[in-house]
């Protein structure tokens, strides 16, 4: 189904078009544009900004990796609206890091929420994962909000941990998301 481009999709529409793929070294040229746009500076943690000859080297080093997942999410004609990760995968007790960034043309849309939705039933169930978690800051409310949704509990704080871009230390909030709360068993 396609729908025109002035329209904004439901919710049930992204999640009806969007798709889960393992990133490749194509993407990252996108994947350092979107990073380096400054709508992502508020809710990423890293420095910018973002070299493609760095990411590139980043890419190479962690081909292959067991601790981590990097993947892209597409829409049905293959084109790419977000970015997204499990990291500091551990072999017990199989837990991992989520991360995701969208388009950010495309934030606030609900893709955010659908992208975390399927990164976790992707990751519970691909990689046999029994927990995920994340870091976020209080000043990412529309992605604190999505991760309500998807159904992960703030779990603690931790004070003055995290640098932002302006070197202010903020606190980083702690969410996490059991597999048997998403649905996939008892652990």
Same mark, same amino acid.
């Given at each position: 189904m396609s729908c025109p481009r002035s329209r904004t999709l439901t919710t049930s529409e992204w999640l009806r078009n969007i798709r889960i793929r393992e990133l490749q070294q194509e993407d @990252? &040229?996108?994947c350092v544009q979107r990073m380096n746009d400054p709508r992502m500076y508020g809710s990423m943690h890293f420095d910018v900004p973002?070299? !493609?000859e760095n990411t590139i080297r980043?890419?190479?080093?962690?081909r292959g990796n067991a601790t981590r997942s990097d993947i892209v999410f597409t829409d049905d004609k293959d084109r790419i609206v977000g970015f997204g990760g499990l990291t500091s995968i551990s072999e017990s007790p199989r !837990? &991992?890091?989520l991360y995701v960034f969208v388009n950010p043309a495309s934030q606030q849309r609900g893709l955010g929420t659908q992208a975390t939705l399927l990164? =976790?039933?992707w990751g519970f169930a691909r @990689?046999? @994962?029994h927990k995920i978690y994340l870091l976020t800051n209080?000043?990412?409310a529309p992605a604190i909000g999505a991760y309500e949704? =998807?159904?992960f509990r703030l779990e603690g704080r931790h004070r003055g941990e995290y640098l932002d871009t302006q070197g202010v230390l903020k606190d980083r909030l702690y969410f996490g998301l059991l597999r048997s709360e998403f649905g996939y068993g008892h652990v």
């Open positions: @990252l &040229a996108t973002i070299v !493609m980043w890419f190479e080093r962690n !837990m &991992a890091e990164l =976790c039933q @990689l046999g @994962l209080e000043d990412n949704k =998807c159904g």
